[in-house]
C-alpha cells in the first residue's frame, strides 16, 4: 500500500509519527503537480491535513494526539511528494479580548499551489519560523515576499487567486517552498540571522 493509500483509510488520523523530519530526502525533493480530476486519495489527504490543523491547535485534541500546533502543512511533509498544502491561520481575539468575527483569516486546501507575483518588498516574521519537519528552534529572519498573489486549484479543479499579505503571505510562502524543496532555514542569513535588508518589514 502506498502512503497515500495509508494516510487517506477513513479511521487514519494524521499524527506526528506520520510527518517526516529534515533529513529525509523527499523534504529536498521538488513535488510533482497533481492532475485534475484528482483521485480519491488526494481529495481526502487534502481533508486529512486540514483536520490535523484543527487537531493541532485544539488544546484537547492536541494533547491528547500529542501534536505541536500547526497553520500550514504540506503534503511533502508526509512523504507524498505532491503539490499539495493545507493552511489554517486562525484570527487572533483584539486588545479587548473580543473573539473574532471570523474564526479564521485564512482557511484553504490548495493543489498546484504557485506564487505568480509578488512585492519588491520583503518581510519577515519578528519571531522566525517554525516547522513540523524541524524539531529544533532555529533563530532568524526567514526573508520572504511581504505581499504574494497566489494561483492554486480546489478540490474541483476551479482555479483561484488570492492576493495575500502579513501573516497569510507568510505561511503560504513556507508551505509553498515545500513543495519545491526548500527549508526556512534556506532563508536565513547564515552569517547574520537577524540582519534587515532596507524596507524589510517585521510582521509581528
Ligand atoms: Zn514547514
Redesign the pocket.
Known amino acids: 500500500m502506498s502512503v497515500i493509500e495509508k494516510l487517506a483509510k477513513p479511521s487514519h488520523l494524521i499524527n506526528m509519527n506520520d510527518i517526516i523530519r529534515e533529513g529525509h530526502p523527499t523534504l529536498r525533493k521538488i513535488c510533482d503537480d497533481v492532475t485534475f480530476p484528482l483521485s480519491d486519495e488526494e481529495i481526502i489527504l487534502g481533508e486529512k491535513m486540514m483536520q490535523f490543523l484543527k487537531n493541532s491547535q485544539d488544546p484537547v485534541t492536541a494533547e491528547k494526539m500529542g501534536l505541536r500546533g500547526g497553520v500550514?502543512l504540506?503534503a511533502p511533509?508526509l512523504n507524498v511528494s505532491k503539490r499539495i498544502i493545507a493552511v489554517l491561520v486562525p484570527n487572533m481575539e483584539d486588545k479587548d479580548g473580543n473573539p473574532p468575527k471570523e474564526a479564521y483569516s485564512l482557511q484553504e486546501v490548495m493543489y498546484n499551489p504557485k506564487v505568480v507575483a509578488h512585492s519588491v518588498q520583503d518581510a519577515a516574521l519578528a519571531d522566525g519560523e517554525g516547522?513540523?519537519?524541524v524539531d529544533r528552534v532555529v533563530e532568524g529572519y526567514v526573508v520572504r515576499h511581504s505581499r504574494v498573489t497566489v494561483e492554486y486549484f480546489d478540490k474541483n479543479g476551479e482555479k483561484h487567486r488570492i492576493k495575500l499579505k502579513g501573516y497569510n503571505s507568510i505561511v503560504v510562502q513556507?508551505e509553498i517552498d515545500?513543495t519545491n524543496g526548500i527549508m526556512?532555514y534556506d532563508r536565513i542569513n547564515e552569517k547574520n540571522p537577524f540582519a534587515v535588508k532596507d524596507g524589510m518589514l517585521i510582521v509581528e
Do not use: V
Open positions: 500550514g504540506a511533509q516547522c513540523l519537519s513556507h515545500h526556512f
